[in-house]
């Protein structure tokens, strides 16, 4: 159902409040997934019998400071098109660990030394 705001709600710009987004739901999605295919390929990592270099690597805490991250990001930097390619720099930045666990396992970069 949707519901008639009336014109003295309508935000200028033309959009009405409640209406989807995807603008701004996407780079908390990005990161989901960076964050998501670090976890997977550190499980594959771990499988293999690599260790882990950090020991109390959570993919819920991870999460937590991308998310936060993106969230100060918006609300700090003024509207434009530097704010937004940061904050999807922001995102991206997600995907590192990805990158690196995947140049472990395949033997491109050996790691850190084991103690």
């Not at 998501?36 to 690599?50: K, Y």
């Not at 109390?56 to 400071?65: K, T, W």
């Not at 936060?68 to 660990?97: D, E, H, Q, Y």
């Amino acid at each position: 159902m949707k519901w008639n705001l009336g014109p003295e709600r309508v935000p200028e710009g033309g959009k009405e409040r409640g209406v989807h987004q995807p603008e701004k739901i996407t780079p908390y999605m990005i990161a989901a997934m960076g964050v998501a295919m670090d976890f997977a390929t550190s499980q594959v990592g771990l499988a293999r019998g690599f260790l882990e270099a950090h020991r109390l690597y959570s993919p819920v805490y991870s999460l937590a400071i991308f998310w936060a991250l993106l969230t100060v990001a918006t609300l700090a930097l003024p509207r434009g098109n530097t704010r937004r390619m940061l904050i999807f720099a922001i995102a991206l930045l997600s995907f590192v660990g990805v990158f690196n666990n995947v140049s472990v396992i395949t033997g491109m970069f050996r790691g850190l030394p084991q103690p």
